[in-house]
Structures are given as structure tokens and as C-alpha cells.
């Protein structure tokens, strides 16, 4: 199996930063994109930004400017740089990955459990 574990929510005042991380275990042959996703109180999930094996990035335009993502290909993981939050930007926050599994034909989609980020004074 694989699994997602995310760490680095928390509670911070606007303006303030976060670094999210998010470390993929289990029986992994490649992972192709990994990315980041949130989901408000009462919202769907949306995406916040994707990065690709290469190095590739796609970001939501919401985080364009304040938000890195980057992702080290030798150790699975994959972090989210927050910066400038604001109160909208309170949200679960979860990994999310193409995963590889050897014996498999294919890449499947995994999900993290997520980490809350609050943005409040």
C-alpha cells in the first residue's frame, strides 16, 4: 500500500507563513505528480498547486505569488510553502499524488488525510 502523511498545520495571524510537508511511504516504484489541494468549511476540494516529477509547477491563481511548492524526488516528499496567508486561506489541506506501485500497470491517485491550516488573528 502507499500512504500520504502530511505535517506543518497550525494556527498562524494573517500575514504570517507555514510550510507544509507531506512524505509518501509504502511500496512506491514512481510518482509522477504530487500536489496540494484544500477544502473550506462548506467548499469543495480545490486544487492549489501540482508539481510534476520534473519539476513542473501549476498553481491556483489564489496562491500565485504567495505559495511554493517544491518536492524532493529522492525522498518521496513534497512541501507547500505558505506565505502572506489570509483568513480565506483557512482550509484542510491535503497531499495528493500519482503513484506507481511495483506489480502494477499504472499510476493510481493517493490522498493524505490532511492538516488544517488556520489563518486568524
Known amino acids: 500500500q502507499v500512504q500520504l502523511v502530511e505535517s506543518g498545520g497550525g494556527l498562524v495571524q494573517p500575514g504570517g507563513s507555514l510550510r507544509l510537508s507531506c512524505a509518501a511511504s509504502?511500496?512506491?516504484?514512481?510518482?509522477?505528480?504530487m500536489g496540494w489541494y484544500r477544502q473550506a468549511p462548506g467548499k469543495q476540494r480545490e486544487l492549489v498547486a501540482t508539481i510534476t516529477s520534473g519539476g513542473t509547477t501549476n498553481y491556483a491563481d489564489s496562491a500565485k505569488g504567495r505559495f511554493t511548492i517544491s518536492r524532493d524526488n529522492g525522498k518521496n516528499t513534497v512541501s507547500l510553502q505558505l506565505n502572506s496567508l489570509k483568513p480565506e486561506d483557512t482550509a484542510v489541506y491535503y497531499c495528493n499524488a500519482d503513484v506507481w506501485r511495483p506489480g502494477t500497470n499504472g499510476y493510481r491517485n493517493y490522498w493524505g488525510q490532511g492538516t488544517q491550516v488556520t489563518v486568524s488573528s
Open positions: 509504502g511500496s512506491i516504484f514512481s510518482i509522477n505528480v
